[in-house]
């Protein structure tokens, strides 16, 4: 089912009617055009922020989505107030979640199948790139227009 259709079988005729015909009161109808636009908006958005495509067989998406298509239509609306904010807040939040347990910000976990294994350092001693045996190959800070011993050694 499209998510028009989902949000016209979650969200109150009456306040749908509402927000899609600002400005006429006498509205018997909602005004599917404004809602296709808030719907088309939602669905972009989600790619952008989730990094899925919307899909309308995932309750998930769903939930998310229709909370996007009332955010889109108070924002059309200039409606605002902590109402707006509040749901506004959970809208993103939403959207962060998906994003992270599914989207493209999903954790990566590192992984190998290399059958070798790091080398053991104990605990207290230099890691082996800080030993004595590269001494010599660490360069001296220059002072007052001097050149770095090291310097010489590249030619």
């Known amino acids: 089912m499209p998510l028009i259709d989902h949000v016209k079988d979650r969200i109150a005729e009456s306040l ?10 006498g509205a018997t109808t909602v005004n599917d055009t404004k809602l296709g636009f808030a719907v088309d908006d939602v669905e972009a958005e989600f790619v952008v922020e989730t990094g899925q495509q919307y899909d309308d067989t995932d309750p998930l998406h769903i939930a998310a989505a229709s909370q996007g298509v009332l955010v889109k239509l108070m924002e059309y ?5 902590r109402n707006t904010e509040q749901l506004t807040a959970r809208y993103n939040r939403m959207l962060i979640r998906i994003a992270q347990t599914r989207g493209s910000e999903k954790r990566l976990l590192a992984q190998t199948d290399s059958p070798l294994e790091p080398s053991k350092q104990r605990e207290g001693t230099r890691p082996d790139a800080d030993r004595e045996r590269w001494s010599d190959f660490t360069p001296n800070n220059p002072t007052g227009g001097d050149r770095d011993s090291f310097y010489g050694r590249l030619e």
């Open 16 to 25: 749908l009617r509402e927000l899609t015909n600002q400005g006429d009161p």
């Open 77 to 81: 609306s200039a409606i605002t107030g």
